[in-house]
């Protein structure tokens, strides 16, 4: 399924986004005035294939799973049991993206990939429970490769079964204790920079728990040193990756096989964006950074992705949240494409009537 699911992928569409930038030039404003407004119009064009674009309806996917690393290496501030009660209360809808969720009319997927927690089989959920956790990668394989591409395949399906009823644009973000140690170690084994310069607080931990998840990389990195150089982005992930990390992934591919949009959260998110480009380079140019994080490596990955965010609200949360604060954005970029009328409609002149 994962190379049919890369197969699937389509062109970037230039005619669109050719056309969305053709009217942009008309509207009644100078040209370029809207600044990421008008860029952003003329990428959605491209992604859907079409010139005068919706994302309607928006879906806000949160992909669930607990890291050996933070059972073993005390690298987060909460212990991993709040992995599953995070997700009763995503459940409950009394979790932030829940709430955020409901000002943009979104409706939210919460997903087990994997959970340490048996969760209830009528808990209100997805159950793609691939294995209980991954193993402390510090010192063993976070999982096998099959693993990794079931985790892949299963972030897929719940786009694909959520496009029955309609995926305009996807924000895409996770829940997982110890996951911002497990995002810096494959930043840094893909990137080839330093555990210190991707290596943030997360949750919140004071120095000495920084230095611990400074670290954890450390050692993650030399333990899978040989492994690593393959350069196999499918091998580093199995070394180093999460669960809930490669169910974004696949996500984010199966959300570009249907032109839809993709909007990337905070620094996870953007590392399941990184495996995804590895492993697909067409599914590049359906990426939109939602904003950037004040996690420490987020500006770095967001570089190498060449992703500009939308929004710097110094947030730290996951969630899919500042994918989800992006959505009213990306609608008033849209309509003003669609909306405003061309100087010839208006019966303005522009400056091409200047003698």
Not at 1 to 12: G, K, N, S, T, V
Not at 330 to 350: N, P, Q, W
Request: aromatic content about 4%.
């Amino acid at each position: 399924m994962l190379e049919d699911l890369i197969a699937r992928i389509p062109e970037f569409d230039e005619g669109s986004a050719t056309a969305a930038r053709k009217r942009q030039d008309r509207l009644t404003k100078p040209t370029g005035s809207l600044g990421r407004l008008e860029e952003l119009s003329v990428q959605i064009a491209g992604i859907k294939g079409e010139a005068l674009p919706s994302v309607e309806p928006p879906a806000v996917f949160v992909f669930a799973a607990d890291h050996g690393v933070a059972r073993n290496q005390a690298v987060s501030a909460y212990p991993v049991e709040v992995t599953a009660q995070m997700v009763y209360n995503f459940a409950r809808e009394g979790a932030v993206i829940t709430v955020l969720s409901r000002q943009i009319g979104a409706r939210v997927v919460v997903i087990d990939v994997g959970v340490a927690s048996d969760l209830p089989a009528e808990l209100p959920v997805q159950h793609f429970k691939v294995r209980p956790g991954t193993g402390d990668w510090t010192c063993e394989p976070a999982m096998s490769k099959q693993e990794a591409v079931d985790a892949i395949e299963a972030g897929a399906r719940c786009v694909f079964a959520e496009a029955e009823r309609g995926v305009g644009i996807a924000c895409i973000g996770e829940m997982g204790i110890g996951n911002t140690t497990t995002a810096a170690a494959l930043a840094a084994a893909y990137l080839g920079l330093a555990p210190k310069d991707l290596v943030g607080r997360g949750t919140g931990v004071d120095d000495q728990g920084l230095e611990r998840k400074i670290e954890a990389v450390r050692a993650g990195l030399a333990c899978h040193a040989d492994t690593l150089q393959s350069g196999d982005p499918l091998v580093i992930l199995a070394a180093l990756g999460g669960l809930e990390i490669a169910a974004m992934t696949g996500a984010m591919l199966a959300s570009a096989s249907i032109r839809a949009p993709i909007l990337v959260d905070g620094f996870i998110s953007s590392v399941a964006a990184l495996v995804a480009v590895r492993l697909a380079p067409a599914a590049g140019p359906f990426l939109i950074a939602s904003h950037r994080s004040v996690e420490k490596g987020h500006r770095l990955v967001l570089e190498r992705l060449c992703l500009t965010p939308l929004l710097d609200l110094g947030m730290r949360l996951g969630e899919a949240s500042g994918a989800a604060l992006a959505i009213p954005i990306v609608r008033a970029a849209l309509a003003v494409l669609k909306e405003t009328a061309t100087f010839e409609e208006a019966g303005v002149s522009d400056k091409e009537a200047l003698p």
